[in-house]
């Protein structure tokens, strides 16, 4: 795991006497998770074993998120601000972050960013071949079946738009959206590539 931005030896710890406050965003919905501190020795266990670890104010030692409950936080990405002294870190989480229960330490409840870990489930699903799995199933039946499926919820869309049931509308855009997903698969493509994609197309 390696740096982005900036080499340990470049940031700032000493501005805030050995700690620097460090940002956990969860690498998939880019939901921010919690805020922590680290000394220079949780940072190089957290890049060592690829696992946050922070300094704990109140126990006064290194604490490795998720030692007690197993809510671990896996390091995906580490950046560092433009003045070397805060870390971002994203992580996909294993379980809840607050101690509370709750996905962020923020009480944030959001479905935003949800079709990235619905994405992750459905490769999931796909890749380990999951018994009894609708998704698995039809991807199994290949990339033919797979677009079929796809025009027929869109063509299933198109009917429910002409009406004014709000709830089977969205119904069905939600089977359009998810079978998408599992084509994107097909095609060796992520969501993201798409997004890159309109993103491109924004800056013309």
């Known amino acids: 795991m390696q740096l982005l931005n900036e080499t340990i030896s470049q ?3 000493a501005k805030g006497g050995g700690l620097i406050p460090v ?6 919905t880019l939901q921010v998770l919690m805020l922590g501190y ?13 696992r946050v670890t922070f300094f704990s104010r109140t ?13 671990f936080l896996e390091v995906k990405e580490i950046r560092v601000d433009c003045d070397q002294d805060t870390l971002l870190i994203k992580a996909l989480p294993k379980g809840p972050t607050c101690h509370k229960g709750t996905t962020s330490c923020f009480q944030e409840e959001t ?13 999931q699903r796909i890749d380990n ?4 799995s609708y998704t698995s199933r039809l991807f199994q ?14 063509v299933e869309l198109v009917i429910e738009a002409k009406d004014n049931n709000a709830d089977l509308f969205k119904n069905e855009a939600a089977d359009l959206l998810y079978h998408y997903l599992i084509l994107l ?15 491109e197309r924004s800056k013309k």
Not at 38 to 50: D, H, S
Not at 111 to 123: D, S
Not at 129 to 132: A, E, M
Request: hydrophobic share 35%; charged share 25%.
């Open 185 to 199: 698969k097909a095609k060796g493509f992520q969501f993201s590539d798409i997004e890159a994609v309109l993103e």
């Open 141 to 154: 039946k290949g990339i033919n079946k797979v677009a079929q499926k796809v025009g027929e919820e869109a």
């Open 23 to 28: 940002i956990i965003q969860n690498a998939q």
């Open 38 to 50: 680290m000394n220079q020795e949780a940072l190089e266990k957290t890049m060592k074993e690829q």
């Open 111 to 123: 479905p935003k960013g949800f079709v990235y870990q619905l994405e992750q489930t459905i490769h």
């Open 11 to 13: 940031i700032d710890f």
């Open 129 to 132: 071949n999951v018994p009894n």
């Open 59 to 71: 126990k006064n030692r290194l604490w490795t998120k998720g030692e007690s409950s197993g809510h």
